[in-house]
């Protein structure tokens, strides 16, 4: 019998100035986790120029993003004058939960490693805009490095042992009691 491939696709918007390269140890973890694993496929994008222009331009174009089953959306999480929220590019640019692809994360899992983008004001219309199945993603401000274990291990758990989302999550969340920030689910 056949496995279905698993496919995570992860986007890096972290300055390098920042030297908070949560794609390294994704990338490491997931070197591990894929050695005789051909039911793993996982792809990186950093984005080191262009920031929301590029990320503009990626989404657009449907094939950078549909073969994926998990997209992995790193970066900061900013907060208006007017309490909106949203993904932080390194250009300054902002990114609203109307800027991602309409209905265009249908059947995917979305993670949101940047701070705050779990509040509900924001996952409401990210949900509703891009249709995601599921998202996870943190409440508070969160430490870099609390979020790349965190993320870390929920992809070990999804990928490696083929858990589903909900039951991963759950399995992460207590395994690693985040110090800083809270992790939330929703569906």
């Given at each position: 019998m056949t496995k279905k491939v698993r496919r995570l696709l992860i986007i890096e918007e972290i300055p390098k100035s920042e030297?908070?390269?949560e794609s390294l140890i994704l990338e490491e973890l997931s070197s591990m986790i894929m050695h005789n694993k051909s039911n793993i496929d996982i792809e990186i994008v950093t984005i080191d120029r262009g920031g929301k222009?590029?990320?503009?331009?990626?989404?657009?174009?449907?094939?950078?993003?549909?073969?994926?089953?998990?997209?992995?959306l790193s970066?900061?999480?900013?907060?208006?004058?007017?309490?909106n929220f949203y993904f932080s590019t390194h250009d300054k640019g902002y990114v609203s939960p109307f800027d991602f692809?309409?209905?265009?994360?249908?059947?995917?899992?979305?993670?949101?490693?940047s701070c705050e983008l779990g509040k509900k004001k924001f996952i409401k219309d990210f949900m509703e805009h891009t249709c995601a199945d599921s998202v996870v993603a943190p409440v508070l401000e969160i430490e870099f490095e609390d979020a790349a274990l965190w993320f870390a291990y929920y992809y070990y758990l999804v990928l490696k042992k083929e858990l589903p989302v909900t039951r991963a999550y759950n399995?992460?969340?207590n395994y690693l009691k985040v110090n800083?920030?809270?992790m939330d689910f929703f569906s």
């Open positions: 030297k908070k390269n222009r590029y990320l503009d331009k990626f989404f657009k174009k449907e094939d950078n993003y549909r073969p994926y089953h998990y997209i992995h970066g900061h999480g900013a907060e208006d004058d007017h309490g692809p309409k209905g265009g994360f249908k059947g995917k899992t979305i993670t949101l490693s399995a992460a969340k800083s920030g809270r």
